[in-house]
């Protein structure tokens, strides 16, 4: 399922980007899209892809649940450093969870991420 992930978002960016860079049409992005998902996934992707949340006039924001992705197996390492193997049963580190995840926490991002995928790719691929 992650490396599906990985798959279809990294087409998403990568289509919207030329799309945008390249000043292309709806319909050749269309049939870019749709070759590039049935060469990676092999699966034949709908003409429609833009109404997946990622309107080519939209910002750039899908990249974003790569970031995302990245920085929560940074974060999972981490927690495993700090609290052990099965941090999940540690009253400390649901602590230290809820302090990030709570309305308006400062979150010190160099604390855990470096933007390393090495680390994602890794737990994906082990």
Known sequence: ??????????????????????????????????????????????QHWMLHHIMPESIMYVPSYLLAAVRAAELEKKIEELYGENWWESEEAGKYLRSMMKDGANINLQEFSKLDSRVFLKEITR
């Open 1 to 46: 399922m992650e490396l599906f992930f990985v798959t279809f978002y990294s087409a998403n960016s990568l289509t919207k980007m030329d799309f945008w860079m390249n000043k292309r049409s709806i319909e050749n992005t269309n049939k870019i899209y749709s070759s590039m998902m049935k060469k990676y996934t092999n699966i034949e992707m709908p």
